[in-house]
């Protein structure tokens, strides 16, 4: 009996753009942007801007576009929040909002290790909206808009706790989150037969999402 042995493939260069360019980019982008947009744009688009719901969407969004396999769209939604983070604490240095020291501190860390786990997850999210297994782009559908909308959720509950403007800001940011969860699950599900059970899906999705974060301590 012998054994046939399978060489691995190299990597393309269409590949490497998948992997590391695309996705290093898109988190530069999002980890400056996020500052950027705090610091410049009033509530509760400033909220918009710094949500966690915000920054797995946009992994979710890059496995989308990528239209690779969902190994891939892991990899590079993994790399995609990594690098935001690191950038999002690298531009608070330079701009001496915070210390060069918490480009690694504790806190930087801890957000790294939730990019990990979000950009897995909704890396490959993102790459079944754009397959053709029915039931994958129903699951991806639904997890997209799912994790908006359970932090949507989370949000409204906790807008009885805060007064004044901060209810105001609070309410708006829940309201919006809720209406860009929707827009993504209209966007990515493209045909009645997939977005009619991804609805019914996002349901517990959103309950799921809402109460991970809760759990976590991911709330405002």
């Given at each position: 009996?012998?054994?046939?042995?399978?060489p691995v493939?190299?990597?393309?260069?269409?590949?490497?753009?998948?992997l590391?360019?695309?996705p290093?980019?898109?988190?530069?982008a999002?980890g400056v942007?996020?500052?950027?947009?705090m610091?410049?744009?009033?509530?509760?688009?400033?909220?918009?801007?710094?949500s966690?719901?915000v920054?797995?969407?946009?992994?979710f969004?890059?496995?989308a576009v990528?239209?690779?396999d969902?190994?891939?769209?892991?990899?590079?939604?993994?790399?995609m929040?990594?690098?935001?983070?690191?950038?999002?604490?690298?531009?608070a240095?330079f701009?001496?909002?915070?210390?060069?020291?918490?480009?690694?501190?504790?806190?930087?860390?801890m957000?790294?290790?939730?990019g990990?786990?979000?950009g897995?997850?909704?890396?490959v999210?993102?790459?079944?909206?754009?397959?053709?297994?029915?039931w994958?782009?129903?699951v991806?559908?639904?997890?997209?808009?799912?994790?908006?909308i359970g932090e949507?959720?989370?949000s409204?509950?906790n807008?009885?706790?805060?007064?004044?403007?901060?209810?105001?800001?609070?309410?708006?940011?829940a309201g919006f989150?809720?209406?860009?969860?929707?827009?993504?699950?209209i966007g990515?599900?493209?045909?009645?037969?997939v977005f009619l059970p991804?609805?019914?899906?996002?349901?517990p999705?959103?309950l799921f999402?809402?109460?991970?974060?809760?759990?976590?301590?991911i709330?405002?």
């Amino acid at each position: 009996m012998t054994t046939l042995e399978r060489p691995v493939p190299a990597l393309s260069a269409v590949d490497v753009g998948r992997l590391l360019i695309a996705p290093v980019t898109a988190g530069l982008a999002l980890g400056v942007g996020d500052l950027v947009v705090m610091t410049h744009v009033s509530y509760p688009w400033a909220n918009l801007a710094n949500s966690s719901a915000v920054w797995a969407i946009g992994a979710f969004l890059l496995g989308a576009v990528l239209r690779t396999d969902p190994v891939r769209s892991a990899v590079a939604g993994v790399v995609m929040l990594v690098v935001a983070v690191e950038a999002y604490y690298g531009y608070a240095a330079f701009l001496g909002l915070d210390g060069v020291a918490t480009v690694w501190s504790a806190h930087a860390r801890m957000w790294m290790v939730f990019g990990v786990i979000a950009g897995v997850v909704f890396g490959v999210a993102g790459s079944w909206t754009s397959g053709n297994v029915w039931w994958q782009r129903v699951v991806g559908c639904a997890a997209g808009a799912g994790v908006l909308i359970g932090e949507a959720v989370l949000s409204w509950r906790n807008v009885d706790l805060v007064y004044g403007t901060f209810h105001v800001q609070l309410a708006e940011t829940a309201g919006f989150m809720a209406l860009l969860g929707i827009a993504v699950l209209i966007g990515t599900s493209r045909r009645l037969s997939v977005f009619l059970p991804a609805a019914f899906a996002v349901v517990p999705a959103s309950l799921f999402c809402a109460a991970a974060f809760s759990a976590v301590g991911i709330a405002y």
